[in-house]
């Protein structure tokens, strides 16, 4: 038997769609797998009832196939589905880590990147890997095509998970097909900038890098009281606030000695919208863990 504990993660970033992503402390999934002659899946946990069992529609299915690797998987969900925390590629990465040392296939974390992307193909019709990046090598990843480019990082931020539900298959539905040269200039700008603070773990740049003009305030729109949580992070000292991967979740980057305060007040401004959430307080941290 092998266990994994993988971590949410939190993709785009803003200025970098489909590109960026981080790997962040809480919340986890835990994943068990056992060998068997036929993949079997067992769902506990936090939206469970949601998350089909059948090997053909759960994103574990399509991991344990491309890695030839039939077993009894055990999932207990710690990141809610359609949270955009990456909840599909928590248990896509844990799987991959944990299938891949059960059968001893010694691939690379690098080399489990397309295993685990395999998954999200199954939930969102694309095997996308600003998710899994991350859940699998930690910290700040860059998702470039096959190339993927991972720094260690340790930047403070509240993640804030509203009652609502967005899946990442219909999110990806609002996204524009164009943007102006001015907004691609501006974004590239931003994504430089965050990059940057990535590597000097300065949140401050962090946030100011998540400022994007074009799929943020299109996905914006699917979450009721965006603006007036954005704004009442700010006003609290967060560095910056986002749509986190395709939402409804959205994170701020702060300060360690702000991160309660934020937090407060984005529940609270989500409360005053008439939604109930929950804010994490976490920090972007390591990949998936083998125990
Ligand atoms: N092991 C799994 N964990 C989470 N969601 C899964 C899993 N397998 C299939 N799904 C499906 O994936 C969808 C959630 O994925 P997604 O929309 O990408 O959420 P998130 O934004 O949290 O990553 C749900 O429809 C869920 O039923
Ligand atoms: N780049 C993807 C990321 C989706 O992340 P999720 O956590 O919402 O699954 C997108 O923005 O569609």
Redesign the pocket.
Known sequence: MQTVRAPATSANLGSGFDVFGVALDRPT?VVRVEKADRTTIE?TGVGSQ???EDPE????GAVAEALDAPAHIK?D?G?????????????SAGAAVALNALYDRGLSREELVPVAAEG?A???GEAHAD?VAPALLGGFTVARGDAVTAVDASIPLVACLPEIAV???DARGVVPTSASMEDVVHTVGSAATLAVGMCRDDPELVGLGMDERVVTPARAELITGYDAVREAALEAGAAGVTVS??GPAVIAPCRDSNRRHVAAAMVDAFADAGVESRAYQTRVSQGATLY
Do not use: C, F, Q
């Open positions: 999934d769902m949601y998350i089909p529609k759960n994103v574990v999932i969900k990141v809610r589905p359609s949270s955009g925390l990456g909840s599909s590629a928590a248990s999200e199954v939930v969102s998710n899946s990442t298959r991967g395709a």
